[in-house]
């Protein structure tokens, strides 16, 4: 079935009056607009700008935006009450709702066009391929266009572009971005970036209306001390930027040097909104080191091959050459040199690396006549929003298989029975055999034992879990391992400290082996209330397990 661009924007509402009517997620929504138009005030704009605008920082904040209070991203955490008002209110929406889980941001370029029916983009940082239905679309594209936004799945195959999406052709652009892709390509030797909607915010949409600080060190120690941190801890950050040298000419700030030792730590000991902190300590440093960092004027805007060129002598009279002009766009992409004798350097971190080879592997399985089917699809699609913290491919390992395999599918209802339980295990096999062959990773040789066990296992967890879990509120609960049940509905479990008490469980306690995990709470007639159900192979895991996204 294709979702047409109508039943994609009811969706989509349906989403947004689901974060308007959670009071916590409204407060989240309205305070992430200061972290998301940090760079301009989209105010200033037309009615029309303002509305797209707000549409993009719906899109990020839903699909992109880990929510503190939801403990994921809130279109999964708001799933299930989605399901619920499309059911009662549009069912056709059901058979499509991985058009919603399954978007993504990026930039693209058009490689062909089709009169009357689309055009086919190329994500020039991920490389992949998509077709696009766009049939008033395909009379304006030429080859060459670029169109930066978000896209929506609406069949197995097909895309729309979000409303929101802007349009460009500029030659001068398209140029840039490939040759800072490919500097980058040649330098960290990865093949796939994906660039998230907040940095794409900042490339393309910030420009006159800029926000920028008149006091940018005194700024960023209020801002700081009014976030919590206490004065010992705010000098020294301020100490370490003063005595490290700030590279003027470097492409990106925070990726190997003061900068980045400071949010990492930050990261670690603090609940900061680390995009905020990140830039207020950018432009502070700069202000230490001398002038300020140089901007680059609005790209967020069609521009023409004329434009773009009084924009670049604008910058050469500045004394800026044409490289130094791209440096904020380059800032924005997340890019940074790395010099090739140094091989210790770490590799750039791009969060949704793993997402971005999904998508390489269900593009390069369908054009080789084998897809995934719509099912597998989305569950690989999942597997990328869950492994969204890690920056470089290489770094997931057997272990985030499992973590993601015998717990996070289980805490946010990914799976709906035994046989999706079973396809996705089969799917994770295909994923895991491809990227060890394709990408040189040993994900299927470290993770084929735990694979095989978690085929006769999961099933068994998520079967349990759909009968007889239930809600647990805000009740986080404990966890107890299932030993063996005794009859009457009882059954003798261990709790963390070791004891094993014999409980209350029901039904329940027939269908379990030795090993399951539960999490539940005791009450006090020593019945378990059972929130969630784990198979054996989470148990290495049951340090720290618990309702939170990873």
């Known amino acids: 079935m294709i979702i047409d661009p109508n039943q994609l924007e009811t969706g989509l509402r349906f989403f947004a009056e689901a974060v308007e009517t959670s009071a916590e997620l409204r407060v989240e929504f309205e305070a ?60 056709e929406l059901l058979e499509r709702e991985s058009a919603w889980l399954a978007t993504h941001a990026g930039v693209f370029e058009v490689t062909s066009v089709e009169a009357g029916v689309g055009a086919w983009l190329h994500d020039v940082a ?42 460009y052709r500029n030659p001068q652009l398209l140029e840039a971005l490939r040759r800072d892709l490919a500097k980058h390509r040649d330098a960290s030797d990865q093949r796939v970036l994906r660039l ?25 120690r209020a801002y700081l001390l009014e976030e919590g941190l206490d004065r010992r801890t705010v000098d020294g950050i301020f100490a370490r930027l003063t005595a490290a040298p700030f590279e003027a000419d470097s492409v990106v700030h925070g990726a190997d040097d003061a900068l980045a030792e400071i949010m990492s730590a930050l990261a670690f000991d603090t609940e900061l909104d680390l995009e905020a902190a990140r830039r207020h300590l950018y432009y502070a ?52 040199d790395v010099e090739d004798d140094d091989e210790d350097a770490p590799a750039p971190d791009f969060p949704g690396a793993v997402a971005a080879i999904v998508e390489e592997y269900l593009w390069e399985t369908a054009a080789k006549g084998a897809p995934e089917d719509e099912g597998s699809t989305e569950q690989l699609r999942v597997l990328g929003r869950f492994a969204e913290p890690i920056g470089v491919f290489e770094n997931l390992g057997a272990r ?12 946010h209802d990914v799976l709906r029975d035994e046989e999706d339980a079973c396809k996705m295990l089969d799917a994770l096999e295909r994923f895991s055999r491809w990227a060890e062959t394709e990408q040189e990773v040993t994900l299927f040789t470290d993770f084929a034992a735990q694979l095989g066990a978690l085929r006769e296992t999961l099933p068994r967890a998520v079967r349990a879990k759909g009968r007889h879990a239930i809600a647990a509120g805000d009740d986080t609960g404990e966890l107890y391992e299932f030993v063996a049940a005794t009859g009457d509905g009882r059954a003798v479990v261990r709790d963390q400290s070791g004891e094993e008490p014999t409980l209350k469980l029901g039904p329940l306690a027939q269908e379990l082996a030795t090993g399951d995990l539960l999490r539940a709470r005791r009450d006090a007639n020593d019945a378990l209330a059972v929130y969630c159900v784990y198979p054996p192979e989470a148990a290495e895991l049951s340090r720290g397990l618990g309702k939170s996204s990873r």
Do not use: N
């Not at 797209?52 to 939801?70: D, G, M, N, Q």
């Not at 393309?204 to 209306?209: D, E, I, K, Y």
């Not at 023409?304 to 044409?322: I, W």
């Open 32 to 91: 992430s607009r200061k972290a998301f138009f940090v760079d301009h005030d989209p105010s200033l704009g037309t009615e029309e700008e303002r509305s797209r605008a707000a549409r993009r920082h719906l899109e990020w904040f839903l699909f992109e935006r880990e929510s503190r209070y939801a403990g994921g991203l809130p279109a999964q955490e708001l799933l299930a009450g989605w399901r619920e008002r499309a059911a009662a209110e549009a069912p």
């Open 400 to 411: 985030d298989l499992l973590v993601f395999a015998s717990w996070w599918v289980l805490e």
């Open 196 to 220: 998230a909607q907040i940095e794409l915010e900042r490339m393309f949409w910030s420009g006159p209306g800029s926000i920028a600080p008149v006091d940018p060190v005194g700024d960023a």
């Open 126 to 167: 991920g490389m992949g391929e998509f077709p696009v239905q766009d049939a008033a679309g395909s009379k304006v594209y030429r080859e060459g266009d670029l169109i930066v936004g978000r896209l929506y799945p609406t069949d197995e195959i097909r895309y729309t572009i979000s409303p929101a999406a802007a349009f």
């Open 285 to 336: 440093w700069a202000a230490l080191a001398g002038p300020k960092p140089a901007r680059h004027e609005s790209a967020g805007r069609e521009v023409d091959v004329r434009t773009a060129m009084e924009e670049f002598d604008e910058d050469r009279a500045r004394g800026l050459s044409v490289e130094e002009s791209f440096a904020e766009l380059e800032r924005r992409l997340g890019l940074s």
